[in-house]
């Protein structure tokens, strides 16, 4: 008969970094120094916790056993970020807004730069 393993638990994790050490602290246990070579911690603020990932240096003839929450992660499209803040900015507000600029030049092309930098400057909050 297969068991069914339970769900992992939570535990108390305590990190104090400084750039080229840490000491991770797992349910008040010190983990042995060099053992962890990197960790992220990750939050979704929806999300009742953080996972915390360790990165361990194990010796050659040493292989983990044990259960783990595993997660592929793949890396960012920007272009999706980039078309979506694009398609809800007003072409109008945009425009009016670039046109009000204090930059704004009357040379060839100097509207679309002053657009392109007002829709950076929104990006970044800047007003």
């Known amino acids: 008969m297969t068991e069914t393993p339970d769900e992992p638990q939570a535990h108390g994790v305590r990190i104090d970094a400084q750039p080229g050490h840490a000491a991770i602290r797992i349910d008040g246990n010190l983990l042995p120094a060099g053992t962890v070579t990197g960790y ?47 398609a809800q900015l007003d072409p109008a ?15 060839r092309y100097d509207l679309t730069r002053a657009m392109l930098r007002q829709a950076a400057d929104w990006a970044r909050g800047d007003s």
């Open 40 to 86: 992220a911690l990750q939050h979704d603020v929806n999300a009742a916790l953080p996972t915390l990932i360790l990165h361990t240096r194990q010796p050659d003839d040493v292989a983990f056993e044990g259960l783990a929450r595993v997660a592929v992660a793949t890396p960012d499209d920007p272009s999706n970020t980039i078309t979506g803040y694009l």
């Open 93 to 107: 507000e945009l425009e009016n807004a670039a046109l009000n600029r204090a930059d704004l030049g009357n040379g």
